[in-house]
Each structure stands twice: as structure tokens, then as C-alpha cells.
């Protein structure tokens, strides 16, 4: 069947023997606990260190520095497979497509080889702060204040919807460092939490959807860092996070392209099965239709992730593509959830189906990373 049959024109077999661990790790260390951490609303802390064990923890960081030297195609493969099960609740790409790369892109060869090999084993849990009660997409209006004081920064704010919030040793922070506005004055700086005076973190957030990923509000008051913690220079921090943003967008779509696939999956399997009016509901021309324009959707999104990855890999891949592919990706996987939900009709409303998280966790897609709104002005800017 189309939807099974596919390789991807990027894949090796170095790739296909990744895909075929991390299908196996995840088959017997995340689909068993699923509904628990939805329960718990985080995953266990010892999972970090059983996917490093894997090897399946900042894939793409150098050797090193305690990484696997791979490339954004290994990430990929993980966000797909992570994506075939519905999981949630792992914010790997989180932790290593994107704040490891961050140490990786602008510390210094010590941040590197003091924070990078704990984040490969999972000893380390990383994270990053951005998103303020006030300020979303807009990153230009970040409050959170770092005061230089002696030998430390003292950093005063408030985050919010930060993911792996409660297991973060790591947290790297956008902070205003200058009296200059927008993004002139904003600087990153990595705080090490444990036993952190003037770090707190607050409530653990009641999503809509995500509820096994541990996402909440952290807080600082009077927090000293010290200055060897900032990324780069001073003042950088708005540039820095415009380099990285791209990857970031970039694996929210193959995520969303790769979760739109598995939704149409789960929904055939269904509707061969389920009868309705003495015969299955896939003999109705209702259901061939929908589920024809779904896979033509979710095809869609993933021949276009199919060929930014590559030009990622290669250095290639431009922000407003990056952003076209976030936005595009995730539309589709909103859409292909909500029409093979219904095709459930009341089972898909209950959490026990997969396709209940597949359709909760999508409409989140469509937010962090930057809004869609956002991503589509980006790209016509660049017109």
C-alpha cells in the first residue's frame, strides 16, 4: 500500500538501520507507557538515560562532544517514528535538534564539553525558554531581564510553555541584556538548574493536548548565573535564534507530515474492520473519498519534507522555506486528523484510540515554532 511501501529519496541504509532502532526503542519503551505519562504529565526521567543508552540523544552532534557526528536526516528519522506510534510525550526534538544545537552552534569548546555529553547520555535534560505570559511569536519583546553583576548575570522574569520544564538541568534563556529594544538587547544564557537559588518552577500546564510532555511555567527572582554561561556575545541573542529558528521549523514539519501519514494508517486499518449498516465502513464511497484525499494530503507534506531535508543537510535551506514548511506541514496534519477522526465517529473521541492524541496533539503544531500566521508572512516577505 502506498502508505507502507515508501522510502524516502534521502534514505541509506545507515538511515533505514536508524529507523529500524529507534522503531524498536520506542516500540518497547514508550507505546507500554504512554497512558501513564499522560496520567503523570511527563515521561519517566530515567527514559532520558535509556535513549542514550540507545544512542538516540543528539544524534546529530559531533562525536566529540558525546553526539553521534550524524546529520538532520537522523533527527528526522526519529521525529518520524516518533510520530508513526502518536507519541507526545518524548520532547527529544526539543532536546536535541534544538537546544543542543544551540551549545553546539555558539558555545565555547568548554560550554561544549561540559554540557553536550550529559545531553547525549541523559544525564542532562535540555531546554528552552523563549515564549514569556506576554509574548508569543513576537520574540522581540521579551522582558526577562539579565543584570550583570560582578562575575554573574542576575536574571529577573517569567516563562511559560516551556517544554521538558520539569526535568530541564539545562535551560537555555532569552534574557534582555542591554537597555537597547527589540532584539538589539537579547542575549542567551544557559542556567544550570540544580539547586539553582531564585529558580522555580511553577504549575505543570493543563493542556489540550501533549498531556504526557512536561510543560510549564518557570520562574526567576534575583537568579545568579554565571557570565562564562552566556552563548556567544552579548547582544547576539536575537541573531542566534534567527539561525536556528529554521531547523526548528523545519522538524515541527516532518513531524507533522510523518503524523498526518500515521493517522491515515490508523484510520484504513479501522474502517476495513469496523461495520456499520451490515457491511465495513471502508465499502462506503464517503470514507475512499476521504481517505484518497487525506493520503494525497499527507503525501503532499511529505514529498516537500522529502526535498527541503536534503537542502538542509547540505546548508542549503532558506528561513522562508523553513517556514513554508511549517506551516504547510502542519495544516495538513491538523486536517488529515480531524477528517480521519471522524471517521471514528465516537470512538475517536475517546483517548483510549490514538487517533484522539494524534487530533489533541496536532493543534499545537500549528502554534509554537511561531504561529502559521507568522510562518506565511515570513514567506511573503521574501517574495
Known sequence: MILDDYRAPWATQELD????LARTFIAKE????????????????EFWRAAGRAGLLCISIPEEYGGGGATFAHEAVIAEEQARVGDDAWANMVHS???????????????KQRWLPGMASGDLVGAIAMTEPGTGSDLQSVRTRARRDGEDYVIDGAKTFISNGTHCDLLVIVARTGEDEGGKGLSLIVAETEGLEGFERGRVLDK?????????????????VPAGNLLGTEGRGFAQLM??????RLIIAVAGAASATAAVRETIAYVKERKAFGQNLMSFQNTRFVLAECAAEATAARS??????????A????????SMAKFFCTDVQNNVADRCLQLFGGYGYMNEYPIARMFTSARVQKIYGGTNEIMKELVARSF
Open 208 to 224: 489540550v493536548g501533549q498531556h504526557g510532555q512536561d510543560t510549564r511555567e518557570l520562574f526567576f527572582s534575583g537568579m545568579r
Open 17 to 20: 538501520d536508524l529507523r529500524e
Open 30 to 45: 514508550v507505546v507500554p507507557n504512554q497512558e501513564r505519562w499522560a496520567a503523570q504529565h511527563m515521561v519517566d526521567r
Open 243 to 248: 539561525q536556528q529558528l529554521p531547523q526548528e
Open 97 to 111: 535538534t534544538i537546544v543542543a544545537h544551540y551549545i553546539d552552534a555558539f558555545g565555547t569548546e568548554e560550554q
Open 315 to 322: 546548508g542549503e535551506l532558506d528561513a522562508a522555506s523553513a
Open 304 to 313: 516537500m519534507v522529502d526535498g527541503f531535508i536534503p537542502r538542509h543537510v
